[in-house]
């Protein structure tokens, strides 16, 4: 989550959930990207906690741009689609 905490802005949201907002730039496109996570999986990330246990149900895209700012659309540039075999 590397990339989300020294490069995007964090908005606070309190409802109807507790949430924080990670809007940045996909240092592939350079188009805007956001991704919101749960309050509860940012406290326990940064206890220790993986990325993939502490956002289970983000999706691993998502959680992608967290941590090196590359969003879906630039995954797709730098690499291709990903066959049915590797998903």
Not at 14 to 35: D, Q
Not at 55 to 73: C, K, M, Q, Y
């Amino acid at each position: 989550m590397k990339y989300a905490l020294e490069h995007c802005e964090c908005t606070e949201i309190y409802s109807p959930e507790h949430v924080y907002k990670f809007a940045g730039e996909c240092l592939v496109t350079r188009k805007p990207y956001s991704v919101t996570v749960p309050a509860n999986g940012l406290f326990q990330y940064r206890q220790g906690a993986y990325i993939q246990e502490a956002f289970p149900n983000l999706s691993s895209e998502d959680r992608e741009f967290l941590i090196s700012g590359t969003s879906p659309e630039g995954w797709k540039i730098l690499y291709g689609e990903k066959s049915d075999e590797e998903e």
